[in-house]
């Protein structure tokens, strides 16, 4: 069916393409935009990752779709007005994935608390027509019975407002599969060595290698991007005549615990933490997610590890306002992500420079050999950044001009012509696909075993099967990472069940024993990054 993906047909496409018009390297929530905004214009489009699809930043967000109330404080009013625009337009387009979300700021004295109504009334009013709905105060009674763990000592009530909230991984390969449906190619696992360039030293395409074959492939187009995120200068260096791109990656980390510990339906957000930062508590799948941090690291990697001042900041700030006190024994998951923070070359060395005052807005970077570098952002604005990256790569490439049509494009899972969008929580993530996944268990009952409970009809081994077949999963990580989700959720359950997901997964891709063991050993060496406290 269209829209589903398949590696190997990608592949015999590659074969057959002479020149592309655009190749993008990245595919994270940037390049994946980028690779539908050209798709769906009828731009020739080929996206390159050397991992799985949001491997990096973009599966480790605080999953909110939103416009940013801290930025209003810093007086950002443009950047929050564009991210309450796009919110509104991913939620039309992706409402199997987007859902409104109430948020609750806890107000502990009477000024802070006005500042905050006023603050959120000016957030709403820039959402317009795409209003999630009304902020109102909230009296300390109302506050309790929203939170029953709050401590409730010089409480004097909440502000409550409205933002959205999302599966990030989910959301990028409904990306992938969306832009598949508008005639786009990519390829996972397909890591760029080099570019190429033709007569005056102009970018022509890449020198790519297929990481499971290891086959190298020269791959021509009329203009290639760099949405590599916090590795973008790595690809700069690449290109000789590059602009210099001044990345300071920031990290952000989380946690994840039992819903016992914030049983509200509720997000509250804690404003003012130590390091300046807002802090949330959010529910996620029947769990809590609490975070984020904001730390400066010397260099990018590509599966960073939280570190253990920043685990403490957030138990610290967690206990500070909650009865119930937890430990770090009782953390489920911690993961963290890079930031792609642009800096000018004056402020790159500064010391004083904190990660909360650099801009989250992007950047277009446009080298003298033509290639295109996008550059900082963030989910919510993921499209806007693709329609203006796009717009550039027409000017730079001389293409056909055609407009972008994103803003009312139907994200792959959106809608469905057999059945209304599901009312169960789990499977509407998959949107239309759910109907393809218990067809499968029509045929054979025993693919609705659960992998994690007798008593269970989720993590079923028809999700496995379905996620190789059609959603390009080449490893254990890409299935229990980032589409269960459930390595960020419960990194011991993970490790529970990886060896019952390989040996689903050897069959489906034709694998022999000695993979089906080095993909559990290299799991589980992974997993115990996110297992708290670490093993």
């Not at 930025?71 to 409104?100: M, T, W």
């Not at 989910?170 to 033709?198: D, H, M, P, W």
């Not at 001389?398 to 494009?409: A, D, F, R």
């Amino acid at each position: 069916m269209k829209g589903f993906l398949n590696r190997d047909r990608f592949l015999d496409i590659l074969e057959n393409v002479n020149i592309w018009d655009i190749i993008i390297i990245g595919g994270g929530a940037t390049g994946l935009g980028i690779a539908l905004d050209s798709s769906s214009r009828g731009y020739k489009t080929l996206l390159l990752e050397q991992s799985d699809f949001s491997k990096g930043t973009s599966s480790r967000s605080t999953k909110l779709i939103h416009g940013g109330i801290r930025y209003l404080s810093q007086g950002n009013i443009k950047l929050v007005y564009e991210a309450l625009q796009e919110r509104g337009f991913l939620l039309k387009n992706a409402p199997h994935l987007v859902k409104k979300q109430k948020f609750i700021i806890p107000v502990f004295n009477w000024k802070m608390g006005i500042m905050y109504w006023a603050g959120l009334k000016l957030y709403e009013w820039l959402s317009g027509s795409l209003s999630f709905g009304k902020s109102q105060f909230l009296s300390q009674k109302e506050m309790i019975k929203y939170f029953p763990e709050i401590k409730n000592k010089e409480l004097k009530g909440g502000v409550l407002y409205y933002d959205g909230q999302f599966d990030d991984a989910r959301l990028a390969i409904n990306l992938a599969q969306t832009c598949v449906q508008k005639g786009g190619i990519l390829l996972n696992y397909f890591k760029v060595k080099s570019l190429l360039k033709e007569v005056g030293n102009k970018v022509s395409g890449v020198v790519a290698c297929d990481l499971e074959t290891k086959k190298k492939y020269s791959i021509y187009s009329k203009i290639v991007i760099n949405a590599t995120g916090v590795f973008s200068d790595s690809i700069s260096k690449m290109d000789e005549s590059s602009c210099p791109i001044f990345i300071k990656p920031s990290q952000g980390t989380h946690i994840v615990l039992n819903k016992s510990f914030f049983r509200s339906s509720n997000a509250i957000v804690i404003p003012k933490t130590t390091d300046g930062r807002v802090l949330f508590c959010v529910p996620w799948n029947n769990h809590v997610l609490v975070g984020t941090t904001d730390t400066f690291l010397e260099k990018s990697v590509l599966e960073p590890k939280p570190l253990e001042e920043e685990i403490d900041f957030i138990l610290q700030t967690f206990n500070k306002y909650f009865i119930l006190h937890i430990k770090k024994s009782d953390i489920l998951s911690a993961f963290s992500g890079l930031r792609p923070l642009f800096v000018s070359s004056n402020n790159y060395c500064s010391d004083t420079i904190k990660t909360k005052d650099i801009s989250r807005y992007h950047k277009l970077i446009i080298s003298s050999s033509g290639l295109i570098s996008i550059i900082g952002g963030k989910w919510t604005t993921y499209r806007k950044m693709a329609e203006d990256t796009v717009n550039k790569a027409i000017e730079i490439g001389n293409l056909q001009k055609s407009p972008s049509v994103t803003k009312n494009l139907k994200i792959y899972g959106s809608y469905s012509s057999y059945d209304q969008k599901s009312q169960n929580l789990y499977w509407n993530k998959y949107g239309e696909d759910e109907y393809h996944i218990k067809k499968l268990i029509e045929k054979n009952p025993l693919l609705g075993v659960s992998l994690i409970s007798k008593d269970s009809s989720y993590y079923t081994e028809a999700e496995v099967i379905w996620m190789v077949r059609y959603e390009m999963a080449r490893t254990i990580e890409d299935v229990l990472a980032r589409r269960f989700r459930l390595l960020f959720l419960n990194a011991k359950k993970a490790i529970d069940i990886a060896p019952r997901v390989a040996a689903l997964m050897a069959k489906e891709l034709s694998r022999d024993d000695k993979w089906e063991k080095s993909q559990i050993d290299a799991f589980k060496k992974l997993a115990m990054q996110y297992y708290y406290p670490p093993v």
